[in-house]
């Protein structure tokens, strides 16, 4: 495929170069936007794809997008989410609701990273606030450690699987793509991806025995469930305010970010626990995230940009195609090549760079372009546990201080359970499709 795809393009060193010095400084640990702007100007120089002169303003044009705006809101509103402890509100409501089921604080786990994914949009955000809250009470019920990590670093994929996300937001930007479609279409999607790793966690938990509980009335039940929702009910006002300001096409997703912003902020205040001597801490470490994604989409467009200018996706195409035409095998192989990718680089570069690659064959073999990026994003995701590198595996393992192959070793049983939806996304377009208008379909 790697002759054909060289002949079909007639690649030289102004496109093999680049990608050397790329995979040189990634080995190197040097920053990956500094690896990918690098490489983008070495390309650029050696192509004449684009003048030098225009980088620049390429820079701040591929920045320069009101949907961008809508990265930094939800980020922050993750962070104020978890200084003003309306987190464990979302955990305390997550184990009231499932403390029947044996094995209920491995599932309420699993329950509190999809709300925490449903506000911030970001998976490593997600691993990291989570992770702190339960880690060490999953371990006094009965799990062994590694798998307390392995569970939680599962369970905040979901991070960039259920809308808000930021990788729709992105991967929308790239390819010309409504954010709030998306985020309709991954609605489905995201919540099959919650069940998977909930379900995982049920079988496990049964063949290993680690947690008990579920020896509780109706009575009981329903009591504590109560307790648990009068005591943390308004902290779920504010991902209700983004999905009911999205989905009902009132609010942007940055208009929606804003409103989150404002309503987390207004909460906190009531509750006494924000107050603005935390202002300064919050907002830096907010800006601190920000900063690492956007010089990547900055610097990964004008990439993008001298790719497809060198005909690279095309001569991609035309090189797969040669080796068969059938879009069930094709599909196969961009899900092995996104997976891959995910366990190596961040979300943001893997979009901004595969996608436009990728999705002329999804389009040569009929794919749809909604099911594409849904496909695309999930098998991302299932990248960010995919032993040994998988990048929310290092989010917990620095958090605990716990063995990275260890918890590798127990996320297996999630990457395979995750997997099988991945592979129903990409072969069944109902799944994300259903709650778009028939135009989209």
């Known amino acids: 495929m790697w002759n054909t795809f060289s002949q079909t393009v007639d690649l ?7 990608v050397i010095l790329f995979v040189m400084l990634v080995m190197l640990a040097v920053p990956i936007w500094a690896a990918i702007g690098a490489s983008a100007i070495l390309m650029l120089l050696w192509s004449g ?12 044009d591929g920045i320069d997008a009101f949907a961008l705006t809508a990265v930094p809101l939800f980020i922050l509103t993750g962070d104020v989410l978890v200084r003003t402890g309306l987190s464990r509100k979302f955990l305390d409501v997550a184990e009231a609701l499932t403390q029947f089921a044996r094995g209920g604080f491995g599932s309420a786990t699993v329950l509190v990273c999809g709300m925490f994914s449903a506000i911030s949009g ?29 569970l939680v670093a599962a369970g905040a994929c979901t991070g960039i699987l259920i809308p808000p996300s930021i990788a729709y937001i992105i991967i ?16 489905i999607p995201g919540l099959f991806i919650l069940v998977s790793i909930l379900i995982t966690n049920i079988v496990v938990n049964r063949v290993y025995g680690y947690e008990g509980g579920g020896n509780i009335g109706p009575g009981e039940y329903f009591a504590n469930l109560g307790r648990a929702l009068r005591s943390g009910w308004y902290a779920f006002i504010v991902p ?11 609010l942007t997703p940055t208009e929606a970010g804003a409103t989150a912003v404002v309503v987390t902020i207004i909460l906190g205040f009531i509750l006494g626990t924000l107050s603005l001597a935390d202002f300064p801490a919050m907002l830096i470490s907010s800006a601190k995230v920000n900063g690492v994604i956007l010089p990547i989409i900055a610097f990964s467009l004008p990439l993008a940009q001298a790719l497809a200018i060198m005909g690279v996706p095309q001569g991609f195409v035309g ?21 891959a990718a995910g366990c190596v680089m961040e979300t943001t570069p893997n979009i901004v760079i595969l996608a436009p690659i990728l999705k002329p064959l999804a389009d040569n073999i009929g794919m749809n372009e909604i099911q594409f990026c849904v496909m695309m994003i999930t098998a991302l995701g299932v990248g960010f546990i995919t032993p040994p ?17 260890r918890i590798a070793a127990r996320a297996v049983p999630f990457v395979f359970f995750m997997l099988i939806v991945v592979l129903l996304i990409a072969y069944i377009p ?7 208008p028939d135009i989209y379909r």
């Open 319 to 339: 090189a797969v195609t040669g080796i068969t035409e059938e879009p069930a095998l094709l599909i196969l192989l961009m899900i092995l090549v996104l997976i």
């Open 122 to 150: 970001s998976d490593a955000a997600g691993a990291a606030a989570v992770g702190r809250m339960t880690i060490d009470r999953l371990v006094e019920s009965g799990y062994p450690r590694p798998y307390a990590c392995a």
């Open 12 to 18: 030289g060193w102004d496109f093999y170069g680049p």
């Open 389 to 405: 590198l998988g990048l929310n595996l290092f989010v917990v393992s620095g958090i605990t201080g716990e063995s990275i192959l």
């Open 49 to 60: 794809a684009l003048p030098l002169s225009l980088v620049g303003e390429s820079l701040f």
């Open 172 to 187: 929308g930007l790239v390819l010309g793509i409504s954010a709030s479609t998306l985020f309709m279409a991954a609605v």
């Open 240 to 250: 209700g305010v983004i999905f009911y300001g999205i989905f009902s096409g009132h």
């Open 430 to 436: 109902a799944i994300s499709t259903t709650m778009l």
